[in-house]
């Protein structure tokens, strides 16, 4: 799978800007918090609704998509979604008190998705997915997907949030608040190529991996900031390899 990235834009706690993430991707480190701005590009109906793994996911979405910017497909992709959200239902319902519809609907994995295209009047394909730790990787075969069947550009947006305390053990990587969007499409002469490949089918855990730093959504953008020319990855079912070329 070959690809460009035509715009992309980012957002985390202490890191909105790009010239705050280009920096970070020199010298990378975890992200706290939750703090976001406000999401002044959704309408105010909407954006009520919408809590901090909204925003995030959001901000960097509505700014690679300007007013006026074509509609295009979208894929969003995140490990775990709304966990916080669902996990308070569960609680709830524990407790045998009733439940909201309307925090149901907004747990579901396309809800933000949802709630964007609704803001931007856009009936174009919405995919919401998650894939374990090949998240990201699954995220861009069907945006791959999606230009070969003819779009011109897809909007890809990665985003996540750290599990509940509860579901801490479970964990087998660092969680933060972050989310990410690139404007893709087939590759130009005399831009960058990024490419993505399968190495192999592979079980179990890599060596060189088995420590991160930062989640595996977060390490994808870092790598990509940072210019660097090859990142591999051990997922659940496969091996993955990740290019840049030019």
């Given at each position: 799978m070959e690809?460009?990235?035509?715009a992309w834009a980012a957002c985390a706690p202490a890191l909105q800007s790009p010239e705050a993430w280009q920096a970070w991707s020199q010298a990378p480190w975890l992200p706290d918090g939750s703090d976001l701005p406000t999401l002044a590009a959704m309408a105010p109906m909407l954006r009520r609704?919408?809590?901090a793994i909204g925003r995030a996911a959001l901000h960097p979405a509505y700014d690679i998509t300007p007013e006026h910017t074509p509609a295009m497909p979208a894929v969003f992709a995140s490990r775990h979604g709304d966990t916080r959200r669902a996990f308070e239902?569960?609680?709830e319902l524990a407790a045998a008190q009733p439940l909201s519809p309307t925090a149901f609907g907004l747990s579901v994995h396309?809800?933000?998705?949802?709630?964007?295209?609704?803001d931007r009047g856009d009936a174009s394909n919405l995919q919401a997915l998650a894939a374990g730790r090949?998240?990201?990787?699954?995220?861009?075969?069907?945006?791959?997907?999606?230009?070969a069947d003819g779009a011109e550009d897809?909007?890809?947006v990665c985003y996540d949030a750290p599990l509940p305390?509860?579901?801490a053990e479970f964990a087998d990587e660092p969680g933060c608040l972050f989310g990410w969007a690139w404007r893709i499409g087939r590759p130009r002469a005399?831009?960058?190529?990024?490419r993505l490949e399968v190495e192999a089918a592979r079980t179990g855990a890599d060596p060189d991996t088995a420590h991160p730093i930062l989640p595996h959504g977060l390490d994808v953008l870092r790598f990509m900031l940072a210019g660097e020319p090859e990142l591999r990855h051990c997922g659940e079912r496969a091996t993955w390899r990740w290019q840049r070329h030019g």
């Open positions: 690809f460009g990235i035509r609704r919408v809590n239902m569960l609680s396309n809800a933000i998705g949802a709630m964007f295209t609704i090949d998240t990201v990787e699954t995220a861009v075969v069907e945006a791959c997907g999606l230009l897809v909007l890809l305390e509860a579901y005399g831009e960058p190529l990024w």
